[in-house]
């Protein structure tokens, strides 16, 4: 009986140990600040848009299809949700209701934002 709660004991303790791994390490953060141009109606004014991507872990691949997702933070405050994000290595592509580009290499956003669409280069905080 006293081996039984032993085991019982180790068996929850390392499910917490392995679910607070889980959670606190499955996914590398990149804050960007954003300068460019929002367009919308063939208008268009300079604005800075803010940027977070939280890079998935290869582990997180084993309940998701996504391989990041991202915040954006436009003109009005406004705050946008991404889920949907394939990385090739050198972009993540955005998909669903808006979509568009982060490149790795230039930094750059392409965004379809609601009616609007955002342009600029970005710079990690």
């Known amino acids: 009986m006293h081996k039984i709660l032993k085991i019982s004991l180790l ?15 499955s996914g590398i953060e990149h804050k960007y600040s954003c300068k460019g141009e929002f367009t919308r109606n063939k208008i268009s004014e300079p604005t800075t848009s803010y940027l977070i ?15 990041a997702d991202m915040w954006l933070e436009t003109r009005n ?14 972009a993540y592509l955005i998909y669903g209701d808006d979509t568009g580009h982060f490149s790795k290499i230039s930094n750059k956003l392409n965004i379809t934002v609601g009616t609007g669409f955002f342009d600029g280069d970005c710079i990690e905080n």
Do not use: A, G, P, Q
């Open 53 to 67: 991507i939280n890079e998935y872990r290869w582990w997180v691949h084993l309940w998701s299809d996504s391989d």
């Open 77 to 90: 405050k406004d705050l946008n949700y991404y889920s949907e994000i394939k990385s090739n290595n050198i």
């Open 11 to 25: 068996s929850v303790f390392i499910l917490l140990l392995c679910l607070i791994i889980i959670i606190n390490f």
